[in-house]
T-cell receptor
Framework: KAGVTQTPRYLIKTRGQQVTLSCSPISGHRSVSWYQQTPGQGLQFLFEYFSETQRNKGNFPGRFSGRQFSNSRSEMNVSTLELGDSALYLC????????????FGSGTQLSVL | GESVGLHLPTLSVQEGDNSIINCAYSNSASDYFIWYKQESGKGPQFIIDIRSNMDKRQGQRVTVLLNKTVKHLSLQIAATQPGDSAVYFCAETGGFKTIFGAGTRLFVKA
């Protein structure tokens, strides 16, 4: 069974631009959650989706948004990029909820210049 | 943001020794706890979990201890091997989200 797939693996953007990251969960998993990982703040929860609905959201500004499609694939978008948005963005899938065992992708490394 | 544990300590152990990694969690209402291992260039990977109705759980070479009185988790790795070198995160769950600790970096010296 294929694992969680995130694309792209690396991304370089400039301030003010927007970016869309993609995540394909493990087949059969319906919950997708997103995390931001930085050396200073560790793993910070962004949001969780189940059946195309956002069920929970972390403490991030509205520039961070996401969605989930009917096939459980998910995207997250960051608009008006800031230097501080440079981070590893990790997607995790689980069967029904993000408060279960999580299966992570390898992440998208975003650099904002 | 929310976090479990606040610092990223480093633990250096000799190959073959036992390792103990500690973690303090924040929410006394949390009832499910997980340890994850993150190797360089990869996402975190599940190691072992424990429910709040237990105080100890053993896996292959790993043991998790839970002390709810002081909101403390520990991960014990027996006979530590070079392949155990990684960052280890404790996590507490509830309310459709998982909250991760800051992590501990484990170095294994050959």
């Amino acid at each position: 069974k294929a694992g969680v797939t995130q694309t792209p693996r690396y991304l370089i953007k400039t301030r003010g631009q927007q970016v869309t990251l993609s995540c394909s969960p493990i087949s059969g998993h319906r919950s997708v959650s997103w995390y931001q990982q930085t050396p200073g703040q560790g793993l910070q929860f962004l949001f969780e989706y189940f059946s195309e609905t956002q069920r929970n959201k972390g403490n991030f500004p509205g520039r961070f948004s996401g969605r989930q499609f009917s096939n459980s694939r998910s995207e997250m978008n960051v608009s008006t990029l800031e230097l501080g948005d440079s981070a590893l963005y990790l997607c995790a899938s689980s069967l029904l909820s993000s408060d279960e065992k999580l299966f992570f992708g390898s992440g998208t490394q975003l650099s904002v210049l | 943001g929310e976090s479990v544990g606040l610092h990223l300590p480093t633990l250096s152990v000799q190959e073959g020794d036992n390792s103990i990694i500690n973690c303090a969690y924040s929410n006394s209402a949390s009832d499910y706890f997980i340890w994850y291992k993150q190797e360089s260039g990869k996402g975190p990977q599940f190691i072992i979990d424990i429910r709040s109705n237990m105080d100890k759980r053993q896996g292959q070479r790993v043991t998790v201890l839970l002390n709810k009185t002081v909101k403390h988790l520990s991960l014990q790795i027996a006979a530590t091997q070079p392949g155990d070198s990684a960052v280890y995160f404790c996590a507490e769950t509830g309310g459709f989200k998982t909250i991760f600790g800051a992590g501990t970096r484990l170095f294994v010296k050959a």
